[in-house]
């Protein structure tokens, strides 16, 4: 028999004569869907997303820091926060040329999207046109473009996307009622009206969350919903396994379960159907059993390339090997 119970299973309509368009899901439906057996809740994931896309297609995007370390803000679990003694060396803006060489070999790797990060609070705007050259050059090669500055001003969205920008990543990172643990110098508010920013000058929006920081489930769930609520949702939705950095304050949290880190992606999957939701950091530290796990709780995107920003990602011929081994192909 089979039996899945249907928590949150509101049709759409319902919801929308019901509710207002931005707040579909409610704290208690995507907590029940976690409560709901491990195999019930894969198979539901599988369902969403097989009838949104292609199950055995992953994007693949290539990160480079092009502005490292010493940044004022306290984010809790971040290598570049200059108030902590990490072994991230602060660094200038990286020259243009370097930047158009490691897109070209993100390119020839197999990437399709180039991101370039920034550890800024938020550009200035003499940043900004530096950044604008870089999304110009990156464009020009043939790759969609991201960046990653931290909070913009008015107009910023603008000049980026008169640049070309297609994706500007700002996560939300964890539940607004969790947010002041992590990061003091600035509010969960703030970087919903980054997003906005974003929206309004017609980029379109990754945004996801760190799991793994000592949050409750509870937490996690209102993670989810904050992102799955916005609207519209974003397009792109990281969830990050929070890389313990030596120095932060983060460093000695406990690990999370494995599964309970695909429960998180399958919640992604079920309650943003439309979105790539992209396992994102932690991966160099999984078993290739556990990512295939999460493909098939519904993430379909990878961060491609043997660096994060500032930590390892898996060697690309681990990655090509373990598509092989799936029947994975790229896009
Ligand atoms: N400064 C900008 C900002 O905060 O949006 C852009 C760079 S910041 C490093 C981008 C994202 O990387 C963060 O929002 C966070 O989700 C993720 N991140 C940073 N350090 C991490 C870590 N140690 N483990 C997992 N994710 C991390
Ligand atoms: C995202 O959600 N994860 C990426 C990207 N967006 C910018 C960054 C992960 C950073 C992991 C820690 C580091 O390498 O410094
Ligand atoms: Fe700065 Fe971004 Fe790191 Fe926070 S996450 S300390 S804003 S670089």
Not at 77 to 89: F, G, L, V
Not at 97 to 115: H, L, P, T, Y
Not at 194 to 213: F, Y
Not at 256 to 263: A, H, L, P, S, W
Request: charged share 25%.
């Amino acid at each position: 028999m089979n039996a899945i119970p249907q928590v949150a299973a509101r049709p759409r309509e319902e919801a929308a004569a019901t509710v207002s368009p931005a707040a579909r899901w409610t704290v208690a439906e995507v907590e029940a869907l976690y409560q709901l057996p491990f195999m019930d809740l894969i198979h539901r994931a599988q369902q969403v997303h097989r009838e949104n896309f292609d199950a055995n297609e992953i994007q693949r995007s290539t990160l480079l820091s092009v502005k490292t370390g010493g940044c004022s803000e306290d984010c809790g679990y971040c290598s570049q926060a200059a108030r902590y003694n990490t072994d991230t060396e602060r660094e200038a803006m990286l020259p243009l040329d370097e930047v158009i060489a490691a897109a070209q070999a993100a390119k020839d790797k197999g990437a399709s999207r180039f991101c370039m990060g920034a550890a800024w609070r938020g550009p200035k705007d003499k940043d900004l046109a530096k950044v604008s050259e870089m999304i110009r050059a990156v464009k020009g090669l043939g790759l969609q473009t991201c960046v990653t500055l931290g909070m913009l001003k008015d107009g910023q969205a603008d000049e980026l996307k008169e640049a070309g920008l297609d994706y500007y990543n700002h996560n939300l990172d964890t539940d607004a009622s969790f947010y002041g643990q992590v990061i003091t110098t600035h509010k969960h508010a703030d970087r919903i009206d980054t997003l906005g920013q974003v929206r309004e000058a017609g980029i379109k929006v990754c945004s996801g969350g760190i799991i793994g920081m000592g949050e409750s489930r509870r937490n996690r769930a209102a993670l989810i919903v904050q992102l799955a609520n916005l609207d519209p949702p974003p397009e792109s939705v990281p969830i990050n396994n929070l890389v313990p950095i030596p120095g932060t304050p983060l460093a000695n949290v406990a690990p999370i379960d494995g599964f309970e880190f695909v429960r998180t992606i399958a919640a992604a999957r079920i309650t943003m159907p439309n979105s790539f939701v992209r396992l994102s950091a932690g991966r160099q530290e999984m078993s290739d059993e556990l990512q295939a796990l999460c493909f098939l709780a519904g993430a379909n995107s990878i961060f491609y390339g043997d660096k994060l920003l500032t930590t390892g990602n898996p060697e690309a011929d681990r990655d090509e090997a373990l598509f092989d081994k799936l029947g994975l192909r790229p896009i």
